[in-house]
């Protein structure tokens, strides 16, 4: 087993509640780099309602791939005020670093938000929509009525 899988076994995400047109999602936090580079690896999948948040903290591009995952997901990508700006939706997951997609972010994204895969069609997700991130730590963001009307 590699180290990776062993450090699966162990990490502890904290959790935290997101919504999107009034649908919550319980998201894990990756708010440390072993636990934005570990993700959802070695995963056996997520519900509906389940998913990961990467919080960088600050905004700039970050691709994201699927190595070693299991199963494929939505990647959105939020700026600081939690406005999608990209999505990608059924992402496949990969097992060999040489033939691994990148998926890749603008430049302006703060969070990824990782959904089961065909969440973000379900859901209506498009860019210019807002994720609403009550209690993600480091959210820098402003809310405005307007902004909650739009999702």
């Not at 934005?36 to 993700?39: S, V």
């Given at each position: 087993?590699?180290?990776?899988?062993?450090?699966?076994?162990?990490?502890?995400?904290?959790?935290?509640?997101?919504?999107?047109?009034?649908?919550?999602?319980?998201?894990?936090?990756?708010?440390?780099?072993?636990k934005?580079?570990?993700?959802l690896?070695?995963?056996?999948?997520?519900?509906?309602?389940?998913?990961?948040?990467?919080?960088?903290?600050?905004?700039?591009?970050?691709?994201?791939?699927?190595?070693?995952?299991?199963?494929?997901?939505?990647?959105?990508?939020l700026?600081k005020?939690?406005?999608?700006?990209?999505?990608?939706?059924?992402?496949?997951?990969?097992?060999?670093?040489?033939?691994?997609?990148?998926?890749?972010?603008?430049?302006?994204?703060?969070?990824?938000?990782?959904?089961?895969?065909?969440?973000?069609k379900?859901?209506?997700?498009?860019?210019?929509?807002?994720?609403?991130?009550?209690?993600?730590?480091?959210?820098?963001?402003?809310?405005?009525?307007?902004?909650?009307?739009?999702?």
């Open positions: 087993m590699c180290l990776t899988a062993i450090f699966f076994k162990t990490v502890r995400f904290r959790k935290a509640e997101a919504s999107f047109k009034g649908k919550a999602f319980r998201l894990d936090i990756a708010d440390s780099f072993p934005k580079m570990l993700g690896m070695y995963r056996e999948g997520i519900k509906p309602d389940e998913g990961m948040i990467f919080n960088f903290g600050r905004t700039g591009r970050y691709d994201i791939w699927m190595l070693n995952m299991k199963f494929p997901i939505d990647i959105i990508w700026d005020d939690a406005n999608i700006i990209k999505i990608a939706a059924d992402a496949q997951p990969c097992h060999s670093m040489l033939s691994c997609k990148a998926y890749a972010s603008p430049g302006n994204a703060m969070y990824v938000v990782e959904l089961a895969s065909g969440t973000a379900a859901g209506g997700m498009a860019e210019g929509s807002r994720f609403i991130l009550p209690n993600i730590k480091g959210f820098h963001g402003k809310y405005t009525t307007d902004n909650h009307a739009r999702g």
